[in-house]
C-alpha cells in the first residue's frame, strides 16, 4: 500500500503526487508536481487533503552536474 502524505510534512521525493480531498471538494482527484525538501501545500477548501506519489521523478536541482537557467529580466 502507498504512504498519504499530509499537508505540512516535507515532501521526501519529487515527482507527481495524486491529491485526495475532502469528498465534498469538486475537483478531486488530480496531480501535482512537488519537489524533495519542500512541504506539501494546504487546501483552501478543504482539511482532508493527502497526497501519494504517483510517479517519482528527480528535479533537475537534485541532479549536480546540471544548473537551472534563469530566465531574463
Do not use: N, W
Not at 521526501?12 to 482527484?29: C, K
Amino acid at each position: 500500500m502507498a504512504q498519504d502524505y499530509k499537508p505540512g510534512e516535507i515532501v521526501p521525493q519529487s515527482g507527481v503526487y495524486r491529491i485526495t480531498h475532502d469528498p465534498a471538494h469538486a475537483d478531486m482527484p488530480h496531480e501535482v508536481t512537488v519537489i524533495k525538501g519542500r512541504r506539501f501545500p494546504t487546501c483552501r477548501h478543504c482539511k482532508g487533503i493527502r497526497f501519494e506519489l504517483a510517479h517519482a521523478a528527480r528535479h533537475v536541482s537534485e541532479i549536480d552536474h546540471f544548473e537551472e537557467a534563469q530566465a531574463p529580466i
